[in-house]
């Protein structure tokens, strides 16, 4: 049982490129959500799903684009890096039932990722 | 949306003491409220959480209290030791359903513990 698995560790990107960061879950969690993590803003939500074709838009979508095709796959999409995108991203999963943890987050490993 | 706002920043204590960590909400709907740590280079871990239907929870030698009128909640460490020293976030669930795991995170207290 991984848990959470993202992949790759670290990225380093020039302007207008584009990559995908790809995160795992063998937890048979419903939700699954992508974060951002910079100095001074905690973490925010880039874009979050419910379920297998179901994703929404977060606190900070522009600029990133995701698909669930699977429960167990979600990954996130940059479609032409810029410099404000040079962060740490954090996959998360959860149970989508009350009963067996909704709202406890498991979080991936973290990606460092730099736009130059 | 919801809004976290979390205070202070930054706590030193010395070892055996408590540190304190607050936080305000803006969202009356919200009703999850967990808290997060995170060590140096590491991924953020779920150390305690409480529901809107309780007042208070403890877990050893961390509680957390929740005031849902003021909308305020707050994460207590007693008898500090150095494996404290971490960043810990606090975090607001908007409610029910698909998105009750749609967590609205704090700016985080880097919490440092002295020998």
């Known amino acids: 049982n991984a848990g959470v698995t993202q992949t790759p560790k670290f990225q380093v990107l020039k302007t207008g490129q584009s990559m995908t960061l790809q995160c795992a879950q063998d937890m048979n969690h419903e939700y699954m959500s992508w974060y951002r993590q910079d100095p001074g803003m905690g973490l925010r939500l880039i874009h979050y799903s419910v379920g297998a074709g179901i994703t929404d838009q977060g606190e900070v979508p522009n600029g990133y684009n995701v698909s669930r095709s699977t429960t167990e796959d979600f990954p996130l999409r940059l479609l032409s890096a810029a410099p404000s995108q040079t962060s740490v991203y954090f996959c998360a999963s959860s149970s989508g039932r009350w009963a067996t943890g909704v709202g406890k987050l498991f979080f991936g490993s973290g990606t460092q990722l730099s736009v130059l | ?115």
Do not use: M
């Open chain 2, 1 to 115: 949306g919801e809004n976290v706002e979390q205070h202070p920043s930054t706590l030193s204590v010395q070892e055996g003491d408590s540190a304190v960590i607050k936080c305000t909400y803006s969202d009356s709907a919200s009703n999850y409220f967990p808290w997060y740590k995170q060590e140096l280079g590491k991924r953020p871990q779920l150390i305690i959480d409480i529901r809107s239907n309780v007042g208070e929870k403890k877990d050893q030698r961390i509680a957390v209290t929740l005031n849902k009128t003021a909308k305020h909640f707050s994460l207590h460490i007693t008898e500090t030791q150095p494996e404290d020293s971490a960043v810990y976030f606090c975090a607001a669930s908007p409610g029910l359903g698909g998105t009750a795991s749609k967590l609205t995170f704090g700016t985080g207290t880097r919490l440092q513990v002295t020998l």
